[in-house]
């Protein structure tokens, strides 16, 4: 028996790559780009209607305190002041942001 010295080396590489690509999904990811879109021309109208209930309570109150106004009402309300019927008066006061 015998001993002797074994000198060895041993050199290993190991390379992966893995890929993953989508070819059909039942049409999953056109449905998915309409309804992105759906819902951007939704919220558009969202904001559209509420720009129109602000006109429309704005416009109501005015109408309101005009109404008021033609009946002898005094009526104060910020910076109008109503006191005959059809003329207002607008204070121009500064008035400060909060």
């Given at each position: 028996?015998?001993?002797?010295?074994?000198?060895?080396?041993?050199?290993?590489?190991?390379?992966?790559?893995?890929?993953?690509?989508?070819?059909?999904?039942?049409?999953?990811?056109?449905?998915?780009?309409?309804?992105?879109k759906f819902?951007?021309?939704?919220?558009?109208?969202?904001?559209?209607?509420?720009?129109?209930?602000?006109?429309?309570g704005i416009?109501?109150?005015?109408?309101?305190?005009?109404?008021?106004?033609?009946?002898?009402?005094?009526?104060?309300?910020?910076?109008?002041?109503?006191?005959?019927?059809?003329?207002?008066?607008?204070?121009?006061?500064k008035i400060?942001?909060?």
């Open positions: 028996m015998t001993s002797d010295f074994v000198s060895q080396q041993i050199n290993a590489t190991s390379l992966g790559l893995n890929s993953q690509i989508t070819l059909f999904q039942g049409n999953q990811i056109n449905n998915q780009i309409k309804r992105s819902l951007v021309d939704q919220y558009s109208l969202f904001e559209k209607e509420a720009k129109n209930d602000i006109t429309l416009t109501e109150s005015y109408i309101q305190l005009l109404y008021a106004a033609k009946n002898g009402h005094s009526i104060h309300c910020g910076r109008v002041k109503l006191n005959h019927p059809g003329r207002a008066k607008v204070s121009h006061q400060d942001s909060i």
